[in-house]
């Protein structure tokens, strides 16, 4: 009879001790990251009634056997704090006390007077740290050296102090790596002047097509009186004309390519005899000629000069300018300035000192700067070139005194672009690149390329160089190219993926260099890196935040506060791995977020209500044993 009330006490004390728990975490519901205990009951022991073969006992009891605990993960809601961290799954951050380490899922943690990131009961978040927030004369600055890819192995595992004085400190440009396409279409949308020195094989017309200039293309001049190039000959003719009886005789006196041409013939005498008389003059010479009814034909290949001293010979000159990437010849020329030197050359053979010829914004320009009307005329010589004679003298071929005719507009294609780098102490200088196509040679087309470091709009060093791309675009050489700054920094130019082809312009500039930059904010991502963001949008890893994990997180035994300290049961605190040996955080680090407790309200009343009642129940037993026993004394009365 006795033995029912050790089993109502024993109830008593379970139950309540249930009661006890219960209510504990019902008190913590709203405790961040905290894990609910579940109260785990067993029988004390019991003892046989009877030696039967089927087992027959009766209990004495019941106890509290342990408080379990349910590391099940709570909610994650949103905060405005960034230091405050939530683990998505399983794991632990570390954080330390003195020299103790303790291990909670409580993430809400902030800065101290020094910086140091810690929670409300004031320990220390432990990080990988990267050490790279170093001390300056005005406050800190980011160590740049340091190698920051895999700080968990090998960063130093210890507390962070996050400053608001930090500073990136500028780097030095030493790289710049440029991507670019060079147009070289046909046709040009928005071609550039093109200047004096300018190859003719890299020349557009006014309205922007290629001249296709090649060598041995030739261009046919003549000015003076009448010359015409056909057949591959200059050709003057000289109409001739029976001489009528006034007393004079006939007198020739001229020279063709500097060969004297004296003749007189008598008074009255026939245009046979006269036209005779020239083709054996012109027999005698070499100079090659053509008789017809009423004219002779002298013909020169290259060139031809008549100066003449009489009145029946007029003077005349045609001159076969011909291109040539190498000039060598008198006759031959490469560029804009050469051509119109070879023009003034001209001119000046029939019109000594009344002209002068000049290349502005593109343009020839002849000025006639005598009182004489002078004759002067370019004819195509090849089908390549007609759109270069489309774009010479305008119609008329005649300069009046005092004035200037000019050609059309030569055009270039030009491209300029350039970019920005940085020196030592965080000035930010200007690179500019403009290219200038120079010229087409055996397929491969020359660019000229002006690299200038500008700073505040002066020139601090500049250099010219011949950009060679073959026949299908791409760059031969050179590969790269090197800039010298003030500072006696010497900065590669990576050209190796420039490109030559008939597209549209393309451009991308990217260079290693680093303006000063200071801190704006700290961010926290999902892999747990923390980071210290810059005025110059650059961003420095600053440590990593470890994930520690238990062999057995129901051993670990609770001090309070969210806090956990590890025991032989829970076993070492340790990383995820993988077969690399590489560090994997086994859950996604959340910033601006906490994570809640996961008490259920509903299940934790429900169980305080079943524990109550059982209770209730125990206390019950002990009343009913109590009247037995007063029963059983009453008898013996």
Request: one cysteine or more; a negative charge.
């Amino acid at each position: 009879m006795t033995t029912s009330f050790y089993n109502g006490i024993t109830g008593l004390k379970s139950f309540q001790n249930g009661i006890d728990i219960w209510g504990h975490n019902i008190s913590n519901i709203n405790t961040t990251a905290y894990k609910e205990n579940i109260p785990e009951f067993e029988t004390i022991f019991a003892k046989n009634i009877s030696s039967n073969p089927v087992s027959s006992d009766i209990g004495l009891g019941s106890t509290i056997h342990s408080s379990a605990k349910d590391m099940s993960e709570g909610s994650l809601v949103s905060t405005d704090n960034t230091f405050d961290i939530a683990l998505d799954k399983e794991g632990w951050f570390e954080v330390k006390k003195g020299k103790e380490s303790f291990y909670t899922r409580n993430g809400k943690f902030s800065r101290n007077a020094q910086g140091f990131l810690v929670n409300d009961e004031g320990a220390y978040l432990i990080v990988a740290n990267a050490n790279n927030i170093t001390p300056d004369k005005d406050g800190y600055i980011i160590n740049t050296s340091v190698n920051t890819d895999d700080l968990i192995n090998t960063g130093t595992f210890s507390s962070i102090s996050l400053p608001n004085n930090v500073v990136l400190p500028a780097v030095p440009t030493s790289n710049i790596k440029i991507k670019a396409n060079l147009n070289n279409d046909n046709k040009l949308i928005t071609p550039s002047n093109a200047e004096g020195t300018l190859y003719f094989s890299a020349l557009y017309d006014k309205d922007g097509n290629f001249l296709n200039m090649v060598d041995d293309n030739s261009i046919a001049y003549t000015l003076g009186d009448k010359i015409i190039y056909k057949n591959g000959l200059f050709q003057k003719e000289i109409c001739i004309t029976d001489d009528e009886k006034d007393g004079k005789d006939v007198n020739f006196d001229f020279s063709v390519n500097g060969e004297e041409i004296k003749l007189t013939l008598p008074d009255g005498s026939r245009k046979e005899d006269i036209i005779n008389a020239l083709a054996n003059e012109f027999e005698s010479k070499g100079i090659l000629y053509q008789k017809d009814t009423d004219s002779i034909t002298i013909k020169s290949k290259n060139s031809l000069l008549i100066k003449s001293n009489d009145n029946i010979v007029k003077n005349a000159a045609g001159y076969l300018f011909v291109y040539k990437n190498n000039p060598l010849m008198d006759n031959e020329f490469n560029t804009i300035n050469s051509f119109a030197q070879k023009i003034q050359d001209a001119l000046n053979s029939i019109y000594p000192d009344k002209t002068s010829v000049s290349v502005e914004d593109g343009k020839i320009v002849i000025n006639n700067n005598s009182n004489e009307i002078i004759n002067t005329k370019f004819e195509k010589t090849t089908k390549n070139n007609e759109a270069f004679f489309q774009n010479v003298l305008p119609a008329g071929n005649v300069i009046m005194p005092g004035t200037a005719a000019k050609s059309y507009e030569f055009t270039a294609n030009k491209k300029s672009f350039g970019g920005y780098i940085y020196e030592a102490n965080g000035d930010k200088d200007t690179v500019s690149f403009e290219f200038l196509k120079k010229e087409v040679i055996n397929g491969n087309t020359v660019w000229n390329g002006n690299i200038s470091v500008i700073k505040n709009g002066e020139v601090l060093s500049k250099q010219s160089v011949d950009f060679i791309f073959n026949n299908d675009g791409f760059l031969i050489s050179p590969k790269s190219v090197f800039l010298s700054t003030p500072q006696s920094i010497t900065i590669k130019t990576d050209l190796s993926a420039f490109t030559g082809v008939n597209n549209q312009m393309s451009y991308s500039f990217n260079q290693d260099g680093v303006a000063k930059g200071y801190l704006k904010n700290y961010n926290i991502d999902q892999k747990g890196n923390v980071y210290a963001n810059f005025s110059n949008d650059r961003s420095v890893k600053v440590a990593t935040i470890p994930v520690f994990h238990f062999a057995n997180d129901q051993g670990l035994e609770s001090i309070g506060g969210s806090l956990f300290r590890e025991t032989s049961n829970s076993n070492k605190a340790f990383l995820y791995k993988d077969v690399k040996g590489d560090y994997i955080a086994g859950s996604f680090i959340y910033s601006h977020m906490i994570e809640t407790s996961n008490v259920s309200l509903a299940e934790a009343m429900t169980e305080l209500i079943i524990t109550q009642k059982a209770f209730s129940s125990a206390a019950k037993t002990v009343t009913t044993s109590d009247e037995m026993i007063q029963r059983a004394i009453n008898l013996k009365r």
